[in-house]
């Protein structure tokens, strides 16, 4: 789908027909991310997996424009452009900041929020870890050097589950050798900032505070990039917000721990 200026892939499940559960992805990874999850909701949801700009199959942004503000008026373009109605949004990470600061702009549309392990804040030791993986070389003879360098970064999580997540966030050159598929100027040394910019934290905040849908804070109890004060904070500020904590789990949340996703979102969804 074409909007706001760049094309954009999105993967699709279920009945066209079942309410719509909308999926953002994390920084660095893409649509099929969510594989997991999708299949196990398609069967009651239409379910919709973005990949963001910059990453997976869509555009990379020309002018290197990242930020949440700007990827929630890509979120609302798309949104027209598929005709979609009123659905519940899912965002892991970088997902989950453009899905809260979309639903603070676009309130008419969030029938109900779900931010997986993303806050206003990080803690800066987890966003170095992040750093220091992004930023190693990332030209690759094969796809298991890949698999193996995933492996060492997040030994939580399966062998087997990590090859069939990567395989597409990864693509061939012509040396023949393997890179990411994602934007280059987005793991170019620097790119991620030692420290964030205090008008960033207070803008997002800002968000999390005007959200009106109900919410649902999820953050893995071994997480290193949101703090277990940040997210208590979160659901305190949200009016109609609600906090799971996912045991077994760190960042990626719906990777390490996929029956414990699943089973809290569920429980989540059945209330509304």
């Known amino acids: 789908?074409?909007?706001?200026?760049?094309?954009?892939?999105?993967?699709?499940?279920?009945?066209?027909?079942?309410?719509?559960?909308?999926?953002?992805?994390?920084?660095?990874?893409?649509?099929?991310?969510?594989?997991?999850?999708?299949?196990?909701?398609?069967?009651?949801?239409?379910?919709?997996?973005?990949?963001?700009?910059?990453?997976?199959?869509?555009?990379?942004?020309?002018?290197?424009d990242y930020t949440p503000e700007t990827q929630q008026v890509d979120i609302a373009a798309i949104v027209r452009e598929l005709s979609l109605g009123e659905f519940v949004l899912m965002g892991l990470s970088m997902g989950g900041r453009n899905s809260f600061t979309y639903a603070a702009n676009n309130p008419e549309k969030v029938k109900a929020l779900i931010i997986v392990d993303a806050g206003p804040e990080n803690v800066r030791a987890g966003t170095q870890n992040i750093r220091r993986f992004v930023e190693q070389d990332d030209e690759l003879d094969s796809i298991d050097a890949f698999v193996d360098r995933v492996v060492s970064y997040n030994p939580r999580r399966d062998p087997i589950q990590i090859r069939g997540s990567i395989v597409n966030n990864l693509r061939e050159l012509p040396n023949g050798k393997w890179t990411w598929k994602y934007d280059k100027i987005l793991r170019s040394p620097g790119r991620m900032g030692r420290t964030q910019d205090p008008d960033m934290t207070k803008r997002l905040w800002g968000y999390v505070e005007s959200l009106s849908c109900p919410t649902l804070v999820v953050r893995g109890d071994r997480s290193d990039i949101i703090a277990t004060d940040t997210a208590d904070e979160m659901q305190k500020r949200i009016p109609k917000g609600e906090l799971a904590i996912i045991k077994n789990a760190g960042h990626l949340v719906m990777g390490d721990n996929p029956s414990g996703f699943e089973k809290a979102v569920t429980e989540f969804i059945s209330t509304l």
């Open 1 to 64: 789908v074409e909007a706001n200026g760049l094309n954009f892939h999105y993967l699709e499940w279920g009945d066209p027909s079942k309410p719509l559960i909308l999926m953002l992805h994390g920084f660095a990874q893409q649509a099929h991310s969510w594989d997991f999850v999708a299949l196990a909701f398609a069967d009651r949801f239409r379910i919709i997996a973005l990949d963001q700009r910059g990453h997976g199959d869509s555009d990379w942004a020309s002018d290197g």
